[in-house]
């Protein structure tokens, strides 16, 4: 009797999910913690790092132990699942290449809007340093922006007004531009803030628009890494 033939790979096109999106982000959030510790400064939106160093009473040692353990936590509670899969090899380098085509995406189209203005901050930085600030910006600022204040704010406002198709399209769009907004305003706060200018504001308000089109079709995993990709691009290359 023939065998059967085994099914071709097909590569997934659709939007990633809450599993996927934990282990492709793992290796982003261990090697943030790890690295964030020999750095003077962190990511403004880490609202974890205090709180490790705070456990671990300031001994680089456990805090370190303790970013491992939770880690490890993230992939046992995969294992257990049954999400093995979304550890693959394959994931990460299709994940990776497809971050790369929206970077670089990303990039030269923000700069055809307002000419040749980089999104990040205008600080000098060696490579490590930049490396482990763009894992946290990743991260913790796509938690923050696109997660909480996009996504949850536009659910938030299905949620309270009845939308047909068209409207909810025109509200997302809005709830979009709303947020991407703030993004860019939020880098011209505080004391690592840079000087307001409005060139970098229109370009990082584009550059916060294309990461919510990138959170909202393919998924969480994706524009972190794809923002990790643009600041390394910027902050090391």
């Known amino acids: 009797m023939a065998k059967a033939k085994p099914e071709p790979t097909v590569i997934q096109t659709t939007a990633s999910g809450p599993w996927t999106d934990l282990g ?6 261990v090697g943030y913690h790890l690295g964030v510790v020999f750095l003077p400064v962190r990511n403004a939106a880490d609202w974890m790092t205090r709180r490790l160093s705070t456990l671990a009473d300031n001994d680089p040692q456990l805090y370190a132990t303790l970013t491992i353990c939770v880690g490890i936590a993230y992939t046992g509670t995969l294992i257990a699942l049954g999400r093995g899969h979304a550890l693959r090899g394959a994931a990460f380098a299709w994940l990776l290449a497809e971050a790369v085509v929206y970077a670089t995406a990303m990039r030269y189209l923000a700069s055809f809007v307002v000419g040749k203005v980089f999104l990040g ?33 536009f659910w938030l406002l299905k949620l309270l007004f009845s939308l047909n198709a068209v409207s909810k399209a025109m509200v997302g769009m809005a709830w979009a531009l709303t947020t991407a907004v703030i993004f860019s305003l939020w880098h011209y706060v505080g004391v690592l803030g840079d000087p307001f200018e409005p060139r970098s504001f229109v370009f990082r308000t584009t550059c916060g628009l294309v990461f919510c089109a990138i959170y909202y079709f393919r998924g969480f995993a994706p524009v972190v890494w794809t923002h990790v990709l643009y600041d390394v691009w910027v902050l090391v290359l």
Do not use: K, N
């Not at 492709?24 to 959030?29: A, I, S």
């Not at 990743?138 to 938690?143: A, D, F, R, V």
């Open 121 to 153: 901050p205008h600080v000098e930085t060696d490579g490590f340093a930049g490396l482990v600030l763009s894992l946290g910006a990743g991260l913790y600022e796509e938690l923050a922006f696109r997660v909480v204040l996009f996504g949850f704010g």
């Open 24 to 29: 492709l982000t793992l290796p982003v959030f």
